[in-house]
């Protein structure tokens, strides 16, 4: 009787840090996110309980505007690090040689070695008018005049993929490596070619981990603030940075918590949609990969 | 037994750490980057053996942010520029009143402290002293843009592509003075400082295409200015002091319709738990050996009786090659900030960033 | 050589080295069409590669592969008209069984309605007529098997390898399915080649077995041939269970002889087929259990014809397994003999008695020893 109560006790125990973890730091302050998006500011230090934010962001159309433009740039992300990353990621589980194999994971892990800043400032190095590539081109005369690659979207879309790209390939890795040999074998010595192989055994079986790979990506650019800041360019609106300008420039965190929330809701959305069309569910790939 | 033993050796442990903290006090100043240069701290510390600095970085909308999260907790000084504290008090009662008593007001110009007080006068207290004052304006590089002289310059066609500027309202205030508008005096009409912003706006949008990109801190627009990716830019004056020692061609250009001029202050947090100390930093900092050392590293002048003269070598050479006295009587000192209208600059910035201009 | 087309698959000097090593060397042989051919052999012995050549995974460091007299070496795995059953079968988890079926189909551009008869009919003569709609985890794995042979029969393949397929099987399923294939190629009248290192499952099926060791084939044949005219003492040890001594001749007509052992016993023996020992070669011997005769010491209603070989010793345990009980006899010189008896239950040999062990000499099967073997 004594042993089970210790036994309980050491369970709870084990779990307290996980509950308390997920009460304090997770519930609790989107709780108080939710009370505060519902705060209106009718005067200095006297709110009132109401809609009044979010009514403001759809009728405000930049606000609107700017979530749909990080959405679908999040979106785009999240596809050419899935183009990218799927042959990277089939290299190293299939391809390369054991031993090989824990460098190249290596070299994926160097660019998160580093900070957010350190990176973007890495790619200003690169793409700026007077920096490294146009300054190559130029002197191998392939460009007459220096070339501005920074302040546009693309160069956001680039500094992004570079920073989420690791997060695409370790789930694909994990899933393409519980994948048997001999199953990819078996497609070709039925009659398949390359593509078929492709499109009918690999990536059906690797789709758990493209789900799951895509979900990360997806969340993590479209909640990323440095990159898009740094590299964006004069119309390169993000809308983390709407939500900071809310909190910290503008002092209105009534609006900034509804901002986030809409933010949240939002990616949730994309990724459900995503879920349903890919048929996956939720436990089968995150939880699997 | 054992456990009793540990209980009552941990219990002494807490207690010696309390007495150890009850001696020594501690300043935790909330300032800019650079208002509390190692050197000063380090001497600050060994005249006051018993005081410990920590300083913690940041800039006058996250100073607000940060006061605010915590009623005006967690920090003992602050250092917010004039014009942000009399509405951050009224909305969100971070500060407290300052005893004047307590500080040397005698070293300080007058005129700035009359001027802060003014600004930051709350029912009859006085809730800021300054500190150290400089200008937004904008710089140029004088070899290849010798007739850069106003704001709207930036805009100008023959400099397309190689000016930048950062979209906060110092561009706003700027354009608006170079439109012949008074921002200032609209603050007290609200829809007249409404339709001003509507017009800056519709200019700024217009003057996308010159411009190269927006620039958000102090080393990006370095790195653009020095590679003569841009040549001339609105910014801070003691960014352009820096860039002055690294090529004598880019100057600090103060706007023909003005620089706009800012203080920063000493504030006291509304919770803040060493006044004392407080008292002691400011005082401290405001005797003329240690006004050169932080104008040093600031870039910026005290606020001090003669602090002209108190400035470091190289900081007076691009002072000098800045500003002539006609140039500082034709300062624009930023007027307090009414509630409202960082919601409407704000809206206004979100406009210009959200339109499609080049 | 000509070409004939009765061959369903013929190679010819196959050679595949990985770096310094010879995993296949020089392997040459025919298959008839129809028939069940294993190639069986220890683990490591180049089979699986062989049979990955064979699939078109490999390219072939030398040699030529035809199958139905066509070179097929040039020909990508895909193009190959040869299918194979892997050792984990690797059905696809993501289709079900209608799809893993109607897979090599599609690839070939089937219509619908074709594939649709054609799985069909396969699922019927598989006699899984009802388990298109499951998916592959919901099958037994018996069921699975069928439907790994089944996805392969349906593309008609000239010739289906199969590797090993029964390994992940339990005993009693492994033994039923045995038969099952062997019923499955005689349905569906393809030619099977099976990999395997299991003597049973090859002995069991097959029309033909290879013994592959090492690289090389060392005999093709019945399964009665090589169990009973093994050509090299790897065969006779690998194939069937045997006594095994080691020792010189001391006397031979080319044919037969005397050897004696290491441990100084005689022996008379014959020589293998086609084989000729001289005297003052090192030899080893092998006898099969099944025909070591024990009699108990001095039984004197046993016959012992004459030149038989005769031992005597300790019974030392029995292994008691039905039909097929065995005896350990301990020689005097201290070796543990195995023999079958047959247990009645009734005054049967216990352990401690004295025996002598009987056996012909024909059949002690001598092999010159190679190299340091």
Known sequence: MQQKDIKRLTLYLLFAPFVLWIFLLILLPHIGMVILSLREKIAPRVYEFGLGNYIDFINEPIYWNTLLRTGSMSLLVTALALIIGFPIAYYIAKIAGNRSRGGLFLLCLIPLWVSDLIRAFGWILLLRETGVISTFLLSYGIIETPIEFLYNDAAVVVGLVYTVILFMIVPLVSTLDGMDNSMIEAGYNLGGNSFTVMRRIIIPYAMPGIVSGCIVVFMLTAGSYLTPILLGGKNSSWFTEQIYDQFITRFNWESGAAFGFLLLAFTSIVIWLGLKLSGQTLANTVAKS | ?358 | MTITPAYDLECIDIAKSFGDFRAVKDVSFTIPSGSFFSILGPSGCGKTTLMRMIAGFETPSGGDIKIKGASVLGTPPNKRNVKMVFQHLALFPMMNVYENIAYGLRCKGVSNDEIKLKVQDVLERIALPDVGHREIHQLSGGQKQRIAIARCMVLDPDVLLLDEPLGALDLKLREAMKIELKLLQHQFNTTFIYITHDQSEALVMSDHVAIMNEGRFEQIGTPQELYHRPNTSFVASFVGDSNRWSGKVADSDGTGGKVRTEQGLDMAFSAAAGQTISTGSEVDIFVRPEFIRTIRENDPAAAISDGDNRMSGIVDSLLFNGANSRVLVRGWSGELIEADVILTGTDDLAPGEKVDLVWSPAQAMCFEKTGAA
């Open chain 2, 1 to 358: 037994m054992h456990m009793k033993t540990t209980v009552a050796s941990l219990l002494a442990a807490t207690m010696l750490m309390g007495a150890g903290s009850a001696q020594a006090e501690t300043l935790r100043l909330l300032t800019w980057g650079s208002y509390a240069p190692e050197e000063l701290v380090q001497k600050f510390e060994e005249e006051y053996p018993d005081i410990d600095v920590e300083v913690t970085f940041s800039n006058n909308e996250e100073m607000i942010a940060k006061l605010r999260a915590t009623g005006g907790a967690g920090f003992d000084l602050a250092q917010p520029s004039h014009d942000r504290i009399h509405a951050a008090q009224l909305e969100y009662d971070i500060y407290k009143p300052m005893d004047l008593s307590k500080i040397d007001t005698d070293v300080m110009s007058p005129s700035l402290l009359e001027g802060v007080k003014a600004n930051t006068t709350i029912d009859g207290e006085v809730y800021a002293v300054p500190h150290q004052w400089g200008t937004s304006g904008l710089m140029a590089d004088k070899s290849v843009a010798p007739d850069f002289a106003g704001w709207d310059d930036l805009c100008d066609p023959q400099y397309k592509g190689k000016t930048s500027m950062r979209l906060k309202r110092t561009i706003l205030l700027g354009t608006a003075f170079a439109m012949g508008e008074d921002p200032f005096a609209a603050y007290a009409d609200l829809d007249k400082y409404q339709e001003i912003l509507d017009k800056v706006a519709d200019k700024l949008i217009e003057c996308k295409a010159n411009i190269k990109a927006y620039w958000k801190g102090g080393d990006d627009l370095s790195a653009m200015m020095l590679s003569g990716e841009i040549v001339a830019s609105e910014t801070w004056d003691s960014t352009a002091y820096k860039l002055f020692n690294q090529n004598e061609n880019i100057v600090f250009v103060p706007p023909k319709t003005g620089a706009l001029a800012w203080i920063d202050t000493f504030a006291l947090p509304r919770k803040a738990k060493a006044d004392d100390a407080a008292y002691k930093w400011i005082n401290f900092v405001l005797r003329p050996e240690n006004v050169t050392i932080m104008s040093a590293s600031t870039g910026a002048i005290a606020s001090v009786k003669g602090a002209k003269d108190l400035l470091p070598d190289d900081k007076k050479a691009a002072v000098n090659a800045a500003f002539t006295d006609a140039d500082i009587d034709n300062l624009k000192f930023f007027a307090n900030i009414p509630p409202g209208v960082e919601d409407m600059e704000g809206k206004t910035l979100e406009k210009i960033k959200a339109a499609t201009g080049g």
